[in-house]
């Protein structure tokens, strides 16, 4: 369930023959990925982003509505005014808390698949310190550049993720099998989803400049 998202509702677009049609909106939010991913990356949440196109919604939520299907994993499309329609959230329905966003589900996606195809150069090569200390140059590399992208949490690349390739998770029988072990552990940053402002009047006191 981690790889599945799902939005609700509907939305209304001009058929070809000038009536008025109901369809899913998922051509329509893989633009808003694909335009997120342009603008930002992958661990930007694809939310807060208008649907572009002549469109209405088949039906329009209210705050409650929205609320109860939120929990559920369901991503709403809502009329936001001056704003046009947008997804107000962007969840899988996973149960599992680490899996609850699309951008962190995505990142690490797109994190693997990175990192195994720039680490081809490594098939048939001498399974020994140099290799390791290769992939782990490689690795690093590739997450330092996404953490100064704003992907992953931590002041520091220390915080944001490590890299194990060494003597530690290459065993001799290991690699007198052939295989190469890097272990790779990443904090993506996760959406600041519900914004909370506390106000407080103070009486008696001076404005501070």
């Avoid at 001009?14 to 909106?25: A, C, E, L």
């Avoid at 690490?108 to 720039?118: P, V």
């Amino acid at each position: 369930m981690q790889f599945t998202a799902l939005y609700y509702p509907w939305v209304e677009v001009p058929g070809i023959d000038g009536q008025t049609r109901t369809v899913p909106p998922s051509g329509h939010l893989a633009g808003v990925w694909a335009r997120t991913d342009a603008e930002r990356g992958v661990f930007k949440p694809p939310a807060n982003q208008h649907l572009r196109g002549d469109l209405s919604l088949e039906s329009l939520l209210t705050d409650d509505e929205q609320g109860f299907l939120n929990e559920k994993g369901v991503n709403c499309l809502r009329a936001i005014e001056g704003q046009g329609i947008q997804a107000v959230s962007a969840r899988t329905v996973s149960s599992e808390p680490d899996w609850t966003y699309i951008n962190v589900r995505r990142l690490i996606n797109y994190s693997t698949e990175s990192i195994k195809s720039s680490s081809r150069w490594a098939v048939f090569e001498p399974n020994d310190e140099r290799l390791w200390a290769g992939l782990r140059h490689s690795v690093t590399s590739f997450l330092t550049d996404q953490w100064r992208q704003g992907a992953l949490l931590g002041k520091s690349p220390d915080e944001a993720f490590y890299v194990i390739c060494d003597q530690s998770n290459n065993s001799p029988q290991s690699v007198a099998d052939g295989h190469v072990v890097c272990d790779i552990g990443v904090a993506p940053v996760r959406p600041a989803e519900f914004v909370q402002f506390t106000i407080t009047q103070v009486a008696g006191q001076r404005r501070r400049r």
